[in-house]
């Protein structure tokens, strides 16, 4: 059921992704090509503000910095799952790995790998800010527009 909360969530983690990956970026490999890795970002940004924090707002502030911090963690989890799940299919097409098993376990080394790329100070505060005030956002939109 649509509702302001679920599109305010879903617009404030569509910021976030797109501020944290623009960081990512600026902050990775030169001469990388990210492709659609903003975009997908994004995207995702927009599924877990819709379907996670949309549905949890109106329980009170202290729930709703929890419902900010949840979305972020949701984001962040998703992320690195679907950019490792499309590293280690490239690298597949490329026959890097003698098995599925090997295939499988790719995507969790990727993941892991791509997190690294999240441990910098400027990217943990902007999570943070982010969670916080996208979960506030939400829970004022629920109060708000009923």
């Known amino acids: 059921m649509p509702s302001a909360s679920r ?30 890795f903003t975009f ?13 924090m949309g549905k949890r707002a109106g329980k009170g502030w202290t729930a709703a910095i ?20 499309y590293e280690m299919i490239s690298l597949a097409m490329r026959h890097r790995y003698n ?3 090997e295939a499988l376990l790719a995507i969790f080394q990727i993941g892991i790998e791509y997190g690294q790329l999240l441990l910098t100070s400027e990217i943990l505060l902007t999570l943070a800010i982010g969670g916080l005030v996208a979960g506030l956002a939400t829970e004022e939109a629920s109060r708000r527009w009923r």
């Not at 997908?40 to 996670?52: A, Q, R």
């Not at 929890?66 to 799940?85: E, H, K, P």
């Open 7 to 36: 599109l305010i969530a879903a617009i404030c983690l569509l910021v976030v992704a797109f501020l944290v990956s623009s960081m990512i970026i600026e902050n990775g490999e030169e001469g990388k090509d990210y492709g659609a």
């Open 40 to 52: 997908v970002n994004m995207v995702l940004g927009v599924v877990c503000g819709w379907t996670v």
């Open 66 to 85: 929890n419902n900010g911090m949840t979305g972020i963690a949701t984001l962040v989890f998703w992320g690195l799952f679907l950019q490792g799940c």
């Open 99 to 101: 098995g599925p098993f």
